[in-house]
């Protein structure tokens, strides 16, 4: 038996062929049932099967190299498609999906075939609860080897959106799954497909709200995001610990790709050190921010002989 490593690109090849399988069954489901609601998950389903092919485009170009066009790499192109695809997800397929199930509730209809329906469900359930398994089970084992106190404080300082992105739209993908499915049941109980018509706006709200969190984490991270506190704070406490460093002056660092920081310092050394033991200070502090935080990829040190004379209010680290 040959066992394949999780990575982020097999989590969204696994999601896209399972989303795409998916979709095409929703459809001859929404066909021969006539449910809102189903139609509704087809839609959605189509969405992330498209949303997954972006996000394995983004991540495929993402590892391409052209030192003279992007001497730093090409990782942001992850967080361009993952805009990209929060977009469609809340501009286009939520918004979609909404007003199908608006225009639902002013239509007359009638549910034809919900055994094909249900089933169409259960598959769906099934496969989307796999891929969220191998998702979420490899965001979990990015959790524990980082040494987060809990997995909100992780989920805050998550910076992979493709992984991200694949991991909020399975779990939305099943929640839409469980909304269709209490939607035309009620609807068969009671007669009434009002209750179908409405899971379908709900499904729409879900993919709306979606969309609306990956594209504000996409965002952030595409204009620039800086590191976490978390970090901030190891790379403060390995600089002051280092007996070569006299003040703290300035320290930027940003993402250019999910697990590559650019980090620039501004160091104030000590009076009295010879250029080589200031070099060898720095590459002593490299790699000490590298052991503790592995995904410091380039560091910049500037080393200031004198301390500017700042005012109080413009003192990074008094």
Known sequence: MVLVKTTTRNVVVRAFLGDLLIAITKYIAAIFSGSAAMLAEAIHSSSDTVNQFLLLLGYNLSTKKDASKFPFGRGREQFFWSFV???LVFGISGVLTFFEGVLKLTTPYKIRDPISAYLVLAFSFAVDGYVLFISSRFFLSKYRKQGYADPVSFMKDFKDPVLLTALVED????AG???AFVGITLS???KNNVFDAASSIVIGIIMMVSGLYLSKKSKDLLIG???S?????KIEEILKSNSSVNKILDIKAIYQGPEKILLAMDLNFKDGLSTGEIERAIDEIELS?????PFVDRIYVEAEEKIPDLKPQER???
């Open 85 to 87: 695809v929060a977009i």
């Open 316 to 318: 990074l680290y008094p």
């Open 229 to 233: 506190a978390r970090d901030q704070k």
């Open 177 to 179: 799954v469980g909304t």
């Open 188 to 190: 068969l109980i009671t």
């Open 289 to 293: 921010i590298k052991s503790s935080i």
């Open 171 to 174: 779990t939305a993908a099943l």
């Open 225 to 227: 995001e800086g590191i």
